[in-house]
């Protein structure tokens, strides 16, 4: 079976020639590591990965979660996959030596984690659900919470999630209808439904501990009006023993398409009026604590994303070099050998796509998450305040690109293989399903779209967007000093000129008020605006490229690197200015559009 976690050398280049991995060892926080470090922990990861988690990715996608007696039963295989994850440490990767962490940087951590999303996106979840609860609590929650919840949560025997989603309400969080009544103690009464809850219950912990959005007596209407809460699916004791069963209730699991190994639950809570929860932060603050780790979430499904469809890229390179299929235009001879699919030029641009989506994804991916080790260890405080802002613009890209994109791959990938592709005896198939959630999950494309176009670009003053045209811009000047890279430098260039004049126009319309014209193609602008920082990122990797190429090193890798950026850059990006002129023009083709119409 072909290898499709992740290619080490790409992995390599990306850490220590792109994004120069080492030079956080120079910080105080990362000094105890080294690339020796680094890459023990990334070796132990992949095999972890290898052994536990992808066996039975098939086997939890074929025997999806059961609902029994009220309760969700797992196939065996996720337990111990989990537990070899828990006790290899990777649960607490980024946290302090002394509370018994990695201490690692970010940027290692995400790499490491991203094995395990290779492997098995279905079992992945359940940790990466339970760092996103423990990250809010701990940065959120009072002294007591910390020592009833997170401990446990740290120490791998709670797991968390969260619980946004109800019935009639979906992405729209202001007309949640689930309310906590204060029972006159320091705790609250929850009753409410939410569904769409991953690893909303299982038997793989001691207990779950749900981070769950309600709305107070006194909540003002809308997203002001609503609190977080803390909701144990056990009670615990002050003594941090556990208590009796909570009134949380497994009503139903849903059943998907994909991504069928993680427990998507229905919760009812408080059907008996005794749902114990624990406000979290301050009333009516619960949407901007929850934001934390919705954010956090957001760059992990991007990455989740990345790393299904670099599966079925790698599954359908080694397919394309094994498969010999007809003969190429030029040999007329019949009697001659069939040659390998990858010998076809049509083959070789549906190779070429998944390349430019899932490498260009995967840097911007990793670079995301060293601006997060820069939000907290950067030498100073301009230079972390800095990140902040270019992180908080990047992360509905980080988040929707991904999505669109790496699944655009795995149909790439499907195409290769042919009918084989098209059946559950080959992986591909099923790799399209898991990523098929990704566009979804999180915050959809529009949504993400509407949250960049008319929230963060004007954030701060546009401070985002100016250390990104700023980025860009360096960039390009790196570039002009290779002239093998004219030709790619080009493109970027002439795309971020147009989008900076369109983007400054709509942000125009939204300070005016034009509020519904200036969103109303809002993912045409995420498209375009995506495009741009992918094409940046590929030409970052140009960059190092041509060093290495220069410095007489594996030459083979680095005119792939060239390859690829040459397909995204000459290919992909041309076709943004009509979307910019789409923009520019502010057509109303989808807005006017009536329902009596369709």
């Given at each position: 079976m072909p290898d499709t976690l992740l290619c080490p050398r790409n992995l390599a280049f990306e850490l220590y020639e792109v994004l120069d991995a080492e030079a956080l060892t120079q910080r105080p926080r990362f000094a105890e590591h080294s690339r020796e470090t680094f890459d023990a922990a990334l070796g132990t990861a992949r095999s972890i990965a290898e052994k536990y988690f992808a066996p039975h990715n098939r086997k939890a996608d074929e025997h999806e979660p059961r609902y029994v007696d009220g309760r969700a039963e797992l196939i065996e295989e996720v337990k111990p996959a989990v537990d070899a994850f828990l006790q290899a440490g990777f649960l607490n990767a980024n946290r302090d030596f002394d509370v018994g962490g990695m201490q690692l940087p970010s940027l290692v951590s995400q790499a490491c984690f991203a094995h395990f999303q290779a492997a098995n996106a279905g079992t992945t979840a359940y940790p990466f659900l339970t760092m996103g609860a423990a990250n809010l609590i701990e940065t959120f929650g009072s002294d007591d919470q910390k020592r009833l919840f997170l401990q446990p949560m740290i120490e791998g025997r709670y797991f968390g999630t969260m619980a946004l989603t109800e019935p009639h309400a979906g992405s729209s969080l202001a007309d949640i209808r689930t309310r906590a009544e204060p029972a006159g103690d320091g705790t609250y009464r929850l009753k409410g439904n939410k569904i769409f809850i991953s690893g909303g219950d299982h038997e793989l912990s001691e207990n779950i501990v749900h981070m769950v959005l309600a709305k107070l007596p006194d909540a003002p209407p809308g997203v002001k009006g609503i609190s977080l809460f803390i909701v144990p699916k056990?009670?615990?004791?002050?003594?941090?023993?556990?208590?009796?069963?909570?009134?949380?209730?497994?009503?139903?699991?849903?059943?998907?398409?994909?991504?069928?190994?993680?427990?998507?639950?229905?919760?009812?809570?408080?059907?008996?009026?005794?749902?114990?929860?624990?406000?979290?932060?301050?009333?009516?603050?619960?949407?901007?604590?929850?934001?934390?780790?919705?954010?956090?979430?957001?760059?992990?499904?991007?990455?989740?994303?990345?790393?299904?469809?670099?599966?079925?890229?790698?599954?359908?390179?080694?397919?394309?070099?094994?498969?010999?299929?007809?003969r190429t235009p030029d040999n007329k001879d019949p009697h001659s050998p069939a040659v390998p699919i990858i010998a076809h030029s049509d083959v070789k641009r549906m190779l070429?796509?998944?390349?430019?989506?899932?490498?260009?994804?995967?840097?911007?991916?990793?670079?995301?998450?060293?601006?997060?080790?820069?939000?907290?260890?950067?030498?100073?405080?301009?230079?972390?305040?800095?990140?902040?802002?270019?992180?908080?613009?990047?992360?509905?890209?980080?988040?929707?690109?991904?999505?669109?994109?790496?699944?655009?791959?795995?149909?790439?990938?499907?195409?290769?293989?042919?009918?084989?592709?098209?059946?559950?005896?080959?992986?591909?198939?099923?790799?399209?399903?898991?990523?098929?959630?990704?566009?979804?999950?999180?915050?959809?494309?529009?949504?993400?779209?509407?949250?960049?176009?008319?929230?963060?670009?004007?954030?701060?003053?546009?401070?985002?967007?100016?250390?990104?045209?700023?980025?860009?811009?360096?960039?390009?000047?790196?570039?002009?000093?290779?002239?093998?890279?004219?030709?790619?430098?080009?493109?970027?260039?002439?795309?971020?000129?147009?989008?900076?004049?369109?983007?400054?126009?709509?942000?125009?319309?939204?300070?005016?008020?034009?509020?519904?014209?200036?969103?109303?193609?809002?993912?045409?602008?995420?498209?375009?605006?995506?495009?741009?920082?992918?094409?940046?990122?590929?030409?970052?990797?140009?960059?190092?490229?041509?060093?290495?190429?220069?410095?007489?090193?594996?030459?083979?890798?680095?005119?792939?690197?060239?390859?690829?950026?040459?397909?995204?850059?000459?290919?992909?990006?041309?076709?943004?200015?009509?979307?910019?002129?789409?923009?520019?023009?502010?057509?109303?083709?989808?807005?006017?559009?009536?329902?009596?119409?369709?």
């Open positions: 056990y009670r615990v004791n002050q003594d941090a023993s556990l208590g009796p069963r909570n009134d949380v209730v497994l009503a139903g699991l849903f059943h998907k398409m994909g991504w069928r190994g993680t427990t998507s639950a229905a919760l009812n809570f408080g059907d008996q009026g005794q749902c114990v929860g624990y406000l979290v932060g301050q009333p009516h603050q619960g949407l901007a604590c929850m934001f934390q780790m919705m954010n956090e979430a957001r760059i992990g499904v991007g990455m989740g994303a990345v790393m299904l469809g670099y599966a079925g890229y790698l599954y359908s390179l080694e397919y394309a070099r094994q498969r010999p299929q007809g070429l796509a998944q390349k430019a989506y899932v490498e260009g994804a995967f840097d911007l991916g990793l670079y995301a998450a060293r601006l997060f080790d820069d939000t907290h260890t950067a030498p100073d405080t301009t230079a972390r305040t800095q990140a902040q802002q270019l992180l908080d613009l990047l992360t509905p890209v980080v988040k929707s690109w991904p999505s669109a994109y790496c699944l655009k791959a795995n149909e790439l990938a499907i195409q290769i293989l042919g009918g084989h592709g098209y059946t559950r005896e080959y992986p591909v198939e099923q790799y399209y399903r898991d990523n098929r959630l990704n566009p979804i999950h999180e915050g959809t494309e529009g949504i993400q779209s509407l949250d960049l176009l008319g929230r963060k670009l004007a954030q701060g003053g546009g401070a985002g967007l100016k250390l990104l045209v700023r980025s860009m811009a360096g960039t390009c000047e790196r570039a002009s000093h290779h002239p093998n890279l004219d030709a790619l430098r080009q493109p970027l260039e002439q795309l971020v000129n147009r989008l900076q004049g369109v983007t400054l126009a709509l942000l125009g319309d939204l300070a005016q008020g034009k509020v519904a014209g200036a969103l109303a193609n809002s993912a045409l602008y995420l498209k375009a605006f995506g495009h741009c920082v992918i094409g940046w990122r590929w030409l970052e990797q140009a960059i190092h490229a041509e060093v290495g190429l220069l410095n007489g090193n594996e030459r083979d890798f680095y005119l792939g690197k060239l390859q690829a950026a040459r397909y995204f850059l000459t290919w992909e990006l041309p076709p943004c200015h009509n979307d910019l002129a789409l923009l520019q023009a502010r057509d109303d083709t989808c807005l006017s559009m009536q329902e009596g119409w369709f």
